[in-house]
């Protein structure tokens, strides 16, 4: 189907995890197959074509060329998934937040308004300053 | 320690809340699955993860389903079959029609006619 160095077999989702998440799911008395696992693998991943393609469209309709998360509820909403969209939002903003505090520390230096020169000129006057005061007070 | 209790059909939408995932999905992978498509270009950062949590919903769903169609059927080990039915029960998952095409026909549950597409026992349909 595709010439890329994967072919589209290696692309599904690992098996260990998918059988994790299933033992977390279904109630203790009951079993999952192994043809079961590997059946809902594949509905997985069908799912994720269909979520894309729906996103891929709607953002193409809005001439974005990279699909956003806007697009995915969307897609989500017209596909009969409404009620997933809830719990999206909450992860939408916890990686907002987690956004935001990795911005904060590069801050102080955009937010200083000067360049990297001006900076360093600042930084040896305020030594320049600090030494002739240390001198002055040493002299006395 | 499961999580999970043992719901009765009627408290299908209160358990699907309850039932707390911990095992997270591969994000890179998700994004990979996304873009062996050729249609699909550039994803912003935080669309892998949207895509993933879907996911995550989506499994929650089609597993329960598929656990009640054994449950039906009294039977310990959840096959194919079960997968099946669930989908043919489940209008949400009707795009899923093709792809179980080739698994198996379950059993008729006792008292019922011939499994198939059954639009009347339980639909669910977005809100």
Known sequence: MSDRENSSEDLSLPKATVQKIVSEIIPSDLVFSRDARDALIECCVEFIGLISTQANDIAENETKKTIASEHVIKALQELGFSDYIEPIREVILEHKESQKGRERKIGKFEASGMTEEELLRKQEELFGLARSKLQHDEAL | ?127
């Open chain 2, 1 to 127: 320690m499961s999580n999970v209790a043992e719901p009765a059909p009627e408290d299908r939408k209160l358990s699907a809340a309850a039932v707390q995932v911990r095992t997270r999905f591969p994000v890179a992978r998700i994004k990979k699955i996304m873009q062996a498509d050729d249609d699909i270009g550039k994803v912003a950062q935080a669309t892998p993860l949207v895509v993933a949590k879907a996911l995550e919903l989506f499994m929650i769903s089609l597993v329960q389903e598929s656990c009640d169609q054994a449950r039906l059927r009294n039977a310990k080990r959840v096959s194919p079959a079960h997968l099946k039915q669930a989908v043919l029960n489940t209008e949400q998952f009707d795009f899923l029609a093709d792809t179980v095409s080739k698994y198996p026909d379950p059993v008729a549950v006792p008292g019922e006619k011939e499994p198939g597409p059954g639009r009347g026992r339980r639909r669910k349909t977005a809100e």
